[in-house]
Nanobody
């Protein structure tokens, strides 16, 4: 399974970005986004199940929205009211019943 992420970039604080991640299969159960900054562990940002149940890290609740297309193989992360502390490399993640997969990261930089 390949995950192709896009949509990162540079934005000013208070701005918005939308990340997309397209998977090469629709058999995935859960999809989500993680992020990582230098010297820190990768942290969960948001996840969405095949049944559209969502989970958000406390740090992004009310600002980020995760969604999934009807085919189930593309996941989006709408990021609003971005803060400098949201700066990180964002990774798409997906899992089946047996395996999980990671996409290459996409850089999000929020300037103050």
């Amino acid at each position: 399974v390949q995950l192709q992420a896009s949509g990162g970039g540079l934005v000013q604080a208070g701005g918005s970005l939308r990340l997309s991640c397209a998977a090469s299969t629709s058999i995935l159960i859960n999809m989500g986004w993680y992020r990582q900054t230098p010297g820190k562990q990768r942290e969960l940002v948001a996840t969405i199940t095949r049944g559209d149940s969502t989970y958000y890290a406390d740090s992004v609740k009310g600002r980020f929205t995760i969604s999934r297309d009807n085919a189930g193989n593309t996941v989006y992360l709408q990021m609003n009211s971005l803060k400098p502390e949201d700066t990180a490399v964002y990774y798409c993640h997906a899992e089946t019943t047996l395996l999980d997969y990671w996409g290459l990261g996409t850089q999000v930089t929020v300037s103050s």
